[in-house]
Nanobody, 114 residues
Framework: QVQLVESGGGLVQPGGSLRLSCAAS????????ADWYRQAPGKQREFVAT???????DYSRSVEGRFTVSRDGVNNMVFLQMSNVKPEDTAIYYC????????WGQGTQVIVSS
């Protein structure tokens, strides 16, 4: 059974940093494409970042240059390092992985506010 568990969310001031983590069980992150998505209040879920098994990354235009996605193959985790955060980054952040179907975690809340 595949399970994804996100953590690391919280309240952060504009311009600050936060690192989100996603731990997986039942599936190996290094063998599949892992994604981060987010959903702001009243909006649809949107793509944030992706990391391929070979290490290729891609980001949405709104976060490129500020967010970095990475992987810890030993501990089977992926991370989203958020820097220079803005109020519009406020959302629930989800990690996902696709293998025959797409699996989602429960999400972690990020609030950017002074």
């Amino acid at each position: 059974q595949v399970q994804l568990v996100e953590s690391g969310g919280g309240l952060v001031q504009p311009g600050g940093s936060l690192r989100l983590s996603c731990a997986a069980s039942g599936i190996i992150f290094s063998n599949h494409v892992a994604d981060w998505y987010r959903q702001a209040p009243g909006k649809q879920r949107e793509f944030v970042a992706t990391l391929t098994p070979s290490g290729v990354t891609d980001y949405s235009r709104s976060v490129e240059g500020r967010f970095t996605v990475s992987r810890d193959g030993v501990n089977n985790m992926v991370f989203l390092q958020m820097s220079n955060v803005k109020p519009e980054d406020t959302a629930i952040y989800y990690c996902s992985i696709t293998y025959e179907r797409t699996y989602w975690g429960q999400g972690t809340q990020v609030i950017v506010s002074s």
